[in-house]
């Protein structure tokens, strides 16, 4: 059987299309050489693990080093019971250890067991390390799974033999996992943050790994095509990169999705098409990778990051570490040319879609009234059957979501979610500082220009300045009509009876707009 690309777990050679996994890890070499404690840190699902395994075998395989990647994943269970959680994890440690090194290579059995809660792991490391042949590197998988004093006795326990490397303690060790040291979790409950690598304060250096490049990208679906003669057009290639900028994950998912599912002929080329489709399944299946993000939009920090960069408001004052706490977990990016941006254009659909759930859940039943006959969509329908649905549950739809700021939008999106489910696609565009969000509603042979305004306490209204920002989006969209809508949502706003109308305005441009005001 040929290989395949992976989404699940780490990569194996023999059975997964991959790159090789240390090349995106910066300075390695000499991490190793100078004996030095380091943090290797990146979003899920970006290769860490697989990445880590093949540095263990690489430095094991040159005779000098007795290299192992173990976790401590099993502790997390017992964060408030350090003692415990060290027997469970030294327990794991010796299986794994046993599986993945030879018998010259293994610790003595059963040591560091019988030492006082807190020193269990610094005794077990220090016995080995004085009983091996070889210098021992140590690379320990999902360390932020610990908190609280776990954690912390797991760290201090490592920072305590570190001046006695490498003859008796460990001569590297990389902690490996979501984020920086500083971001573990350490109070009850997991709100509160080190802020500190004082516990770990060895550490000479914390390394990212990056995503893949748009060479990579190519290379990587070049193996596919090697093993089956099935050929990605150029097109498709750098549509997958531009779609994912390289996240490994989503990388692989999306040419899983097109030749095991769409395209299975191989003698059929991969499209920009059908990566394009590819895309939409994903997002509308939203898988576990996709699906941890969207938990993550629950979080205080980060939604007081995500909901005004999807209302286009300006951040305001959000510490630092809050910024890079998003960057760390891959969600967003800083933009070369200044500002803060969902890291892909798959997750900047991914996260506005996750938010109209609980809304799209409480939706009534609507005929789809804005459909012909032949199954065309008719715009005028369409926005007569948004105002009476509007008029009808619009306002107790706005309390469904915990996201405040962009309440309409969500809710505005939920209907359309409704209108394009029978064959169609909804695109947003958003951005720090430009007090808009941009729609895209596709169906067939229909293409409508939506942009969304929210009129706020001691602002002016945003009509005339919505026309203008709608032109430009008309214009790179080749439309000659679209909607502007303006929510009124200042504390002295009319009823919404009153003030929910709408009104035509032609631009000098001859572009027709309706200002739907609700």
């Not at 290769?47 to 540095?55: P, R, V």
């Not at 996992?177 to 997991?190: E, Q, T």
Request: aromatic share 8%; hydrophobic share 40%.
């Amino acid at each position: 059987m040929s290989r395949w690309f992976n989404t699940a777990g780490p990569c194996q050679a023999d059975k997964h299309y991959m790159l090789s996994p240390t090349s995106r890890l910066p300075d390695w070499e000499m991490l190793i050489e100078q004996e030095s404690y380091f943090v290797v840190h990146a979003p899920r699902q970006t290769g860490k693990t697989t990445a880590m395994l093949a540095l263990a075998q690489q430095l094991t395989s040159t005779g000098r080093y007795a290299a192992v990647v173990v976790s401590v994943e099993v502790g997390s269970a017992f964060n408030h019971d350090p003692g415990t959680a060290e027997l469970a994890i030294l327990g794991t440690w010796y299986d794994t250890i046993s599986i993945r090194l030879p018998n010259e290579l293994q610790p003595p059995v059963k040591q560091g067991q019988k030492e006082e809660p807190g020193r269990r792991i610094r005794a077990f490391l220090q016995a080995w390390a004085q009983s091996s042949p070889r210098p021992l590197i140590i690379l320990i998988d999902e360390i932020d799974s610990l908190q609280d004093e776990t954690l912390i006795s797991v760290l201090r326990q490592l920072r305590d033999g570190f001046p006695n490397r490498p003859e008796n303690f460990p001569s590297s060790v990389g902690l490996i996992g979501l984020r920086d040291v500083r971001d573990y979790k350490v109070a009850s409950g997991g709100s509160d943050r080190l802020n500190t690598s004082s516990p770990f304060n060895i550490k000479v250096s914390s390394i990212t790994l990056r995503n893949f490049n748009a060479t990579e990208v190519q290379e990587l679906y070049q193996q596919h095509t090697e093993e089956t003669g099935q050929i990605f057009t150029p097109e498709a290639t750098a549509t997958a990169f531009d779609l994912t900028q390289g996240q490994p994950w989503l990388v692989n998912a999306l040419a899983k999705e097109v030749v095991e599912k769409m395209v299975k002929d191989r003698s059929i080329a991969i499209t920009k098409e059908h990566i394009l489709q590819a895309k939409e399944i994903l997002i509308a299946r939203q898988d576990t990778h996709l699906d941890s993000l969207a938990e993550r939009l629950r979080e205080p920090r980060i939604k007081a990051i995500i909901e005004p960069m999807l209302a286009g408001l300006e951040l305001g004052d959000i510490p630092n570490d809050d910024i890079q706490f998003v960057i760390d977990l891959g969600l967003c990016k800083m933009h070369p040319q200044g500002g803060l941006t969902i890291a892909n254009p798959i997750y900047r659909e991914v996260l506005p879609r996750v938010l109209t759930v609980t809304p799209m859940a409480s939706l009534p039943m609507i005929a789809p009234t804005w459909l012909t006959p032949e199954g065309e969509l008719n715009i005028d329908a369409l926005l007569a059957a948004f105002l009476k649905f509007w008029r009808q549950h619009g306002e107790p739809l706005l309390g469904s979501t915990g996201y405040h700021e962009i309440a309409p939008h969500i809710v505005l999106m939920a209907f359309l979610h409704r209108v394009v489910n029978g064959g169609g696609t909804l695109e947003r565009e958003y951005a720090i500082g430009s007090d808009r969000m941009d729609l895209c509603l596709r169906y067939r042979d229909v293409t409508l220009g939506i942009e969304l305004k929210v009129w706020r306490e001691k602002k002016r209204d945003p009509q005339t300045e919505g026309i203008e920002q709608l032109e430009s989006y008309l214009g790179r969209l080749g439309l000659d009509f679209g909607w502007l809508f303006v929510f009124d949502r200042r504390k002295n706003a009319l009823p919404m009876e009153e003030r929910l109308s709408t009104q035509v305005v032609v631009t000098e441009n001859q572009r027709a707009i309706t200002v739907i005001r609700a």
